[in-house]
């Protein structure tokens, strides 16, 4: 495969940061497309972040809240981004503790995905956190988050009748089956 700068893709002519704020900054990039000519490709430079499916027995950890650009509450697994500095199991730990309250013994890496390739450069990483203790949770001041338990199976089922939507909780809870499924 040839390099993403090669004339079959796209060319980077300058980057133009429009707008930066302590997690975003939207890029209007200068660009040659793959047809060669000139154009602008706009889009998010996003950090990375973290997905983590915790299990207790049969049952999962979710999260319900509400999500500004869709405008309703949303049902997804525990994710966060990671900070400066953070690998993204550090980050994990600190979102399960901090969103739910919960420690984990055991964590399994189960790979990432891009959340949004084509308007979004967003990494997520996903981790299957077992064995856990609870603890306080220390959810950040804008974060109204409800904690709820519901059987994995039952998460299986509503990815699948697209009741559970959100791009880190699909990804995670379909990476966490597989594992499972390996495993047995």
Not at 45 to 63: M, S
Not at 84 to 96: I, N, V
Not at 101 to 122: D, I, R
């Amino acid at each position: 495969m040839k390099s993403p700068n090669s004339t079959k893709f796209w060319k980077t002519i300058r980057k133009q940061i429009v707008y930066r704020d302590k997690w975003h900054n939207l890029r209007r990039d200068i660009v040659i497309k793959p047809d060669g000519k000139r154009g602008v490709y706009s889009f998010l430079d996003h950090g990375d972040g973290v997905a983590i499916a915790a299990l207790e027995k049969d049952q999962i950890y979710l999260v319900k809240e509400w999500k500004y650009p869709v405008n309703q509450k949303v049902l997804t697994v525990i994710c966060g981004g990671i900070e400066k500095g953070e690998s993204p199991l550090e980050s994990a730990k600190r979102e399960l503790q901090e969103e739910a309250g919960l420690l984990a013994k055991n964590w399994q890496s189960l790979g990432y995905f891009y959340t949004s390739p084509g308007t979004v450069s967003e990494k997520a990483f996903v981790f299957l956190a077992t064995a856990l203790n609870k603890i306080k949770a220390t959810p950040n001041p804008t974060e109204h988050l409800e904690i709820v338990k519901i059987p994995f199976k039952k998460s299986l089922e509503l990815v699948m009748e697209s009741k559970i939507t959100d791009s880190y909780a699909v990804a995670a809870i379909l990476k966490t089956y597989k594992y499972l499924q390996e495993s047995q």
